[in-house]
């Protein structure tokens, strides 16, 4: 989404349940926090735990940036409340979700692999502007 030639080169909207990052005018991340009531798949939401994800839409894992993604579905990763050094304590999997990112990846051919990158999406919603 491109929001207008003169646009800032790096800005962060923010409302109180989702924020945006826009660089050259192109939303380049989007994240639901605190009250967000939407649902991811019809089942997930801001509060389900990482044991939720698991029962409902599949295993997650840690990516090389220690993101908490849902494998074979790219382009989401998760935060959640707490500090969790070792994923091998199983207590993260009840840990509340406290924020959902939406990303894409990057197909490489050439080197057969991907990446994330940020999403270019559209979302209609009043937001403040912060500098």
């Not at 207008?4 to 991340?29: C, H, K, T």
């Not at 090389?64 to 409340?81: A, H, K, Q, S, T």
Request: proline share 5%; glycine share 6%; with cysteine.
């Amino acid at each position: 989404m491109n929001l207008s030639p003169s646009f800032p080169l790096n800005v962060w909207y923010r409302s109180a349940m989702v924020d945006l990052w826009a660089i050259e005018g192109n939303v380049e991340q989007i994240m639901v926090h605190d009250g967000y009531r939407g649902k991811l798949m019809g089942t997930i939401s801001l509060g389900s735990t990482i044991a939720d994800i698991e029962r409902y839409i599949g295993s997650v894992e840690e990516d090389e940036e220690d993101n908490l993604v849902i494998r074979d579905i790219p382009g989401l990763f998760f935060e959640i409340e707490g500090y969790f050094p070792d994923l091998k304590d199983q207590a993260f999997r009840f840990a509340p979700i406290k924020e959902i990112y939406v990303v894409s990846l990057i197909i490489d051919p050439a080197r057969n692999q991907c990446s994330m990158t940020l999403k270019s999406i559209s979302h209609q919603n009043h937001f403040s502007r912060l500098y």
